[in-house]
Every structure is written in structure tokens, then in C-alpha cells.
């Protein structure tokens, strides 16, 4: 009895430490995250017209992790109460959030990837591509994910009068083969394919750069090429592997499946840090545009800024705002 008591306390203060956790870490991805991905909106608007490269995958990137950004302080808020207070309906839609958010990214960057990687390789066959096939390619994806990501809100239990939310919600009892074929599907398609997309583009481009015909214009290209793809194949790394690592782990566990005690913990432990990495995309996203693409770079240099906010003021005194829009 004793024992048991001990370990039931033991519990209860590592959840506490795991919510404390939770709130410091998405209180300071909330405000850069917030500014970096609205500047990232305000800057690929401007310049969609003078380019092709990827930037409506990057628009749509940039909107699913905002869409992240805008619910983190209800989760903050929850984390630092420990009570729920928005009904049932609310915590299911953040919680189903915050799911397509990540598989929206992995989807997007491999996008981008892939886009870099083909105006590389095949430039004549991609440079009068309309823009209106991204469009199309990302309307695709959105559906794909969204409906892809139903699965994770339908076996949390969802209680009429409920207190708990997020990690804490119970997890459905299903069958053993049924959860692990759910699994398999879920890091097939979810992070394995995308992973080795995104490293057969970064291998063909490194390949390319050893060919001994290339000119200089085309092995500056082939760097800036390389630069973002790569980019996106660490940021996938870091922030997307140790997810799917710990998910089926932490599955698990709430599923009573792993009934060891030190095991539960450290997976419980891992899985909390898992998470706050995959949310840590939502920021670490700008500063890939910031670094990889030029014209991003351009659009925040302080003349271009002082030209766009003049252009503003002069459309705000005209009362023209399509002045402003193109600036």
C-alpha cells in the first residue's frame, strides 16, 4: 500500500513538472513564432509575382504554422490552470490542430524540396510552370492531412463535462493489431516517405554539384538549391523524427500496453520533449525563409522596408490601399 502510494505520488509530480513544462516552452515560441510568421505571410505576398520558386508551398507552410501559433495560448493557459474551461468541442479542435499543423509541415516542406530540386534538375521543363498546379497541389494536401489526422481526435475519449485536455485525454481501448497497423500507416506515410523524398532530392543535388560541365551560374544555383533543401531535411530531423520515435512508445503506454514503471516514465518524459520539438517548427520555419531564399532577405532589408512603408502611407493619404498591396 505504501508502495503504491509512493508511486501515485511520484506520478502526480512528474505530470505537474511535464505541465510547467509544456507552458514555458510554448510561451516562447508563441511571440516569435507569431511575429516571425506574419512577417513571412506579409513578404511572400509581396513578392509572389517575381518569383516561382515554391512560394505558395512556403505561404501555405506559413499559414499552417500560424494556425499552431494563434492555439498555444489556450494550451498555456491550460497547462498553467491545469483545468480546461472551453467545453469539449474547443480542446478536440486544438488538439486535432496542432496534428494537421505537423503533417502539414512535413507535407509543405517536402513541397518545397521538391519544387527546388525540379527547377534545378529540369529547368526548361519546370520554368513555365503556372503557378496554378501549387495551388492545386496544396488544396490536395490540405484535404489529405486534414482527413489523414481525424484518426488522432476519434480515439482520444471525449467526456461531456470534461476537465482534462491535450496529453491528458484518455485514450480509447482498441485491439493490439488494429492500433499497430494504424501505427505503420501513420509513420509510413506520415514521416518515412517524406523523409526519403526530401533526402533523394538532397542526394541529386550534391551529385550534381560534382558534374564537371556545370557553368558558375548554375553552381550558384545548385548551392541555393542545396542550401534550402538540406535546411529542410534538418529541420524535418529535428523537429519530426523524435515525435514519430516516441508516438507509438507513448501509445503504448496510455494504452497500458508497456506496464513497466521507470519505462512509462522515461516515455512520457521523451514524448513531452517530442512534442514541444514538433511545435517548435511553427518558429523555426521564418528563419529557413530568412536564410534560404533571397528575395525574403531583399523584402527585409531596411531600404525595401522603408519603400514599402512609404508606399502604404501613400495609399492610406490617397485612400488607395492597392498601392499598398503591391509595395
Known amino acids: 500500500m505504501k508502495t503504491n502510494m509512493t508511486t501515485d505520488n511520484s506520478i502526480c509530480h512528474n505530470n505537474t513538472d511535464l505541465k510547467c513544462y509544456y507552458a514555458i516552452t510554448y510561451t516562447f515560441i508563441l511571440v516569435p513564432g507569431l511575429i516571425g510568421n506574419v512577417l513571412a505571410l506579409w513578404v511572400f505576398y509581396g513578392y509572389m509575382r517575381e518569383t516561382k520558386r515554391a512560394v505558395i508551398f512556403m505561404i ?19 497547462y498553467l490552470s491545469g483545468t480546461w474551461h472551453f467545453g469539449g468541442g474547443l480542446c478536440m479542435f486544438c488538439f486535432y490542430l496542432k496534428y ?35 495551388i492545386y497541389i496544396s488544396i490536395i494536401g490540405w484535404i489529405v492531412v486534414c482527413i489523414g489526422c481525424l484518426p488522432f481526435p476519434l480515439l482520444r475519449q471525449n467526456e461531456t463535462n470534461m476537465s482534462n485536455c491535450f496529453v491528458d485525454l ?10 499497430i497497423a494504424m501505427m505503420t500507416l501513420g509513420e509510413l506515410f506520415g514521416f518515412v516517405t517524406p523523409l526519403l523524398i526530401i533526402l533523394y532530392c538532397s542526394w541529386k543535388t550534391i551529385l550534381s554539384l ?4 556545370s557553368v558558375s551560374h548554375d553552381l550558384g544555383e ?32 496510455k494504452t497500458k500496453k508497456i506496464e513497466d514503471q521507470h519505462a512509462q516514465n522515461v ?22 525563409y530568412y536564410f534560404t531564399t533571397d528575395e525574403f532577405r531583399r523584402r527585409l532589408s531596411r531600404q525595401d522596408l522603408q519603400d514599402s512603408m512609404q508606399l502604404c502611407n501613400k495609399g492610406y493619404a490617397k485612400k488607395a490601399p492597392q498601392s499598398c498591396v503591391e509595395g
Open 210 to 213: 560534382k558534374e564537371k560541365n
Open 60 to 78: 501555405n507552410l506559413a499559414i499552417a504554422d500560424l494556425a499552431q501559433i494563434l492555439s498555444l495560448p489556450l494550451r498555456i493557459f491550460y
Open 267 to 288: 516515455i512520457t518524459v521523451f514524448h513531452a520533449v517530442a512534442l514541444c520539438l514538433a511545435s517548435l517548427n511553427s518558429c523555426v520555419d521564418p528563419v529557413i
Open 170 to 179: 484518455p485514450v480509447k481501448d482498441i485491439d493490439l493489431p488494429l492500433s
Open 100 to 134: 494537421v499543423n505537423m503533417y502539414a509541415s512535413i507535407y509543405f516542406l517536402v513541397c518545397i524540396s521538391v519544387r527546388r530540386f525540379l527547377f534545378l534538375m529540369y529547368p526548361f521543363r519546370f520554368s513555365d510552370c503556372k503557378r496554378i498546379y501549387d
Open 222 to 253: 545548385k548551392k541555393k538549391a542545396l542550401k534550402m533543401i538540406l535546411t529542410c531535411a534538418v529541420v524535418f530531423l529535428i523537429c519530426f523524427a523524435p515525435y514519430h520515435i516516441s508516438f507509438p512508445l507513448d501509445f503504448f503506454v
